[in-house]
């Protein structure tokens, strides 16, 4: 495709405003409705995660930045992946490469739980004792570092151009601010919700101290894979969820030096807490695609 044919990826300052203004409302918004009672100290909570986030945002800015937006270029002028195979028009093929995206980063989350050594880092995110906007922001630069050949491996076999990459991350980024955001929604509205995206009472059970409840809701934007994949549970109450990785209890151990040094620990005990039981919870009532309040 020639330049002048190739269609703009969203300008830097929109994606921005709309990152960062969702940050701001989610966090007034918090404070105004939070739906989890909070453990920690908030102000240093915060503070630590943005912290971490920093050094996540400047190993993006480094090492993915300049691999992923010239291999989206190339893959537009060459018009390469799945999304070009079908002759489609040019708003179908956007919309399409945002929603496989979305489904393959779906694999990637479940590969972080599942993979030993992707885990590791994936872990400080999931670490946090607490969730709220912030902990969306807190991710191992590591992590980062690792998802590069995922992303190029999405962006070449999808057929991702500039114009889509650029949606994506932005409602992605969004998203991820919203799921995991403190914030109590009316349940009624949450229930139809959570039938189109993730929603906080939805991820909040991910983030669960219980194995079986951390295994599901994987999803990022879109709540469609969890339910394409029986990986849904929506029936756990909020206020019976202890958020955190059940080896890493100890505010000592989660401090901004050591949550970056948590991947390269020895001994990682991960779901196994020494001389503590594997945590666990007796029979919920409702039906596991409904969400509790
Ligand atoms: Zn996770």
């Known amino acids: 495709m020639s330049k002048k044919g190739a269609l703009r990826a969203l300008p830097a300052w929109l994606s921005g405003v709309l990152v960062v203004g969702a940050f701001g409302v989610l966090v007034v918004l918090e404070r105004r409705r939070p739906l989890r009672r909070q453990t920690q100290n908030q102000g240093r909570r915060d503070l630590r995660n943005l912290a971490i986030a920093g050094i996540a945002g400047a190993s993006v800015g480094l090492a993915q930045k300049p691999v992923i937006g010239p291999l989206a270029r190339l893959v537009e002028r060459r018009r390469w992946g799945l999304v070009n195979l079908a002759g489609l028009p040019e708003p179908a093929r956007t919309l399409l490469a945002v929603v496989l995206m979305d489904y393959t980063l779906y694999f990637w989350h479940w590969l972080t739980h599942k993979n030993p050594f992707l885990w590791r880092f994936h872990q400080a995110h999931h670490a946090d ?79 669960s101290i219980v194995k079986r409840e951390t295994d599901s809701n994987w999803s990022t934007i879109f709540s469609v894979f969890d339910r394409l994949h029986g990986t849904m549970r929506l029936n756990v109450p909020q206020d019976q969820i202890t958020i955190g990785v059940p080896a890493y209890r100890d505010e000592r151990d989660l401090t901004f030096a050591n949550t970056l040094a948590l991947p390269f620990r020895r001994r990682l005990f991960g779901w196994i807490r020494p001389g503590q039981p594997f945590p666990d919870r007796g029979r919920l009532t409702l039906p596991v695609t409904t969400l509790a309040t």
């Open 129 to 207: 004792l607490d969730l709220s906007a912030t902990t969306a922001t807190r991710f191992h630069f590591g992590e980062m570092l690792l998802s590069v050949p995922w992303r190029a491996a999405q962006v070449l076999v999808i057929g991702v151009s500039p114009r889509a990459l650029s949606i994506w991350q932005t409602a992605t980024t969004v998203q991820i601010l919203f799921h995991h955001a403190n914030l109590r929604l009316p349940v009624r509205f949450e229930r139809w919700l959570a039938r189109i995206v993730v929603t906080p009472r939805m991820h909040g059970i991910h983030h």
